[in-house]
């Protein structure tokens, strides 16, 4: 079976930093995706893991430990507008693959 | 990035009818999926569209109640058919390209369906 865990919910307070954790046990593993997604609007690209290491985009990083099966997502400087959910997703299968998405992290920023 | 538009943007549907979803992209693309994202919940895989063929159905979903079209490239429709109030939700479309032209995997901005 597929397997995507990630916290309920965080709050964080503005110009903070924060980590939210995502572990995962797939049958297959093609890469491990970050997306944000505000209310009421589609999902939106955030990052793409397939190696171990840390991948930097402006203030948002994530990493990934394939033996570990975890990742996580690092939004520094936080502003109010990234008060969102945060979806880890797995691509696994061949031929392409297919997107898992864990159940979200809602983050809510305070001032 | 490929655009994706969904048609309606939302419905609201009695029971026992059935309710078609377009879904259209500005280039043509391998891979076009549908979700379904429920009230407070995040997005669950219904199917892969496969063009040509018939859909890949994930666990949990059946053709007769979900039966997926896809005649060419850049479109694809999902149909919801017998709808009761637990199909209340919003479905998804979302393409990538083959391996090897790009990783990314976009959204459409959904369907908000609701049955009564």
């Known amino acids: 079976g597929q397997n995507i865990d990630q916290p309920t919910e965080m709050t964080a307070t503005e110009g903070a930093i924060v980590q939210i954790n995502c572990t995962y046990q797939t049958s297959g593993f093609n890469g491990l995706f970050w997306y944000q997604q505000h209310a009421g609007e589609a999902p939106t690209f955030l990052s793409y893991?397939?190696?171990?290491g840390l991948e930097e985009k402006g203030r948002f990083s994530s990493f990934l430990s394939r033996s570990k099966g975890y990742s996580y997502l690092l939004l520094k400087e936080l502003q109010m507008k990234d008060s969102a959910s945060y979806l880890c997703a797995v691509r696994v299968g061949n031929q392409g693959g297919k997107l898992i998405f864990g159940q979200g992290t809602e983050l809510s920023v305070k001032p | 990035s490929a655009v994706i538009s969904q048609k309606p943007s939302r419905d609201i549907c009695q029971r026992g009818t059935s309710l078609t979803i377009q879904c259209q992209v500005d280039?043509?693309?391998?891979?076009m999926f549908w979700y379904r994202q429920q009230p407070g919940q995040s997005l669950t895989l219904i199917a892969t569209a496969n063009q040509g063929s018939e859909a890949t159905y994930e666990s949990g979903f059946v053709i007769d109640k979900f039966p997926i079209s896809r005649p060419n490239l850049t479109f694809s429709t999902l149909t919801v058919s017998n709808m009761s109030p637990e199909d209340s939700s919003i479905y998804l479309c979302?393409?990538?390209?083959?391996?090897?032209?790009?990783?990314?995997?976009?959204f459409g901005p959904g369907t908000r369906l609701t049955v009564t």
């Open positions: 979302s393409v990538r390209n083959q391996p090897g032209q790009g990783y990314e995997q976009y």
């Open positions: 280039s043509q693309v391998t891979m």
């Open positions: 893991n397939v190696l171990d």
